[in-house]
């Protein structure tokens, strides 16, 4: 059974840097990965996808600011998260996706991020 640690979340200034982790705890075969965040009274929100073949997707809230990567040996993605806001303050959550299925599979416990001075 496959379980989902996340990690790196924390408390940091704005304009400050975070990088979060997400490692599959057993190997199996990933074929998507994301991130999603949930704010306070906010909906969960997907921000970035990537695939075993590095494709990425970005939503408007994230593009050009946040980088979503992957190292498939290690069934481990991150999101590296720039110039931070603090309306980025949320939990943040990890996906992944087995190979062959359309829905996510796993999903991590979520990880707090808290942006402020």
């Known amino acids: 059974q496959v379980q989902l640690v996340e990690s790196g979340g924390g408390s940091v200034q704005p304009g400050g840097s975070l990088r979060l982790s997400c490692a599959a705890s057993?190997?199996?075969?990933?074929?998507?990965m994301g991130w999603y965040r949930q704010a306070p009274g906010k909906q969960r929100e997907l921000g970035a996808t990537v695939t075993s073949g590095e494709s990425t997707n970005y939503a408007d809230f994230v593009k050009g600011r946040f980088t979503i990567s992957r190292d498939n040996a290690k069934n481990t993605v991150y999101l590296h998260m720039n110039s931070l806001k603090p309306a980025a303050t949320a939990v943040y959550y990890c996906?992944?996706?087995?190979?062959?299925?359309?829905?996510?599979?796993?999903w991590g416990p979520g990880l707090q991020v808290t942006v402020s001075s």
């Open positions: 996906p992944a996706a087995v190979t062959g299925y359309t829905a996510w599979t796993y």
């Open positions: 057993s190997i199996v075969n990933l074929y998507s």
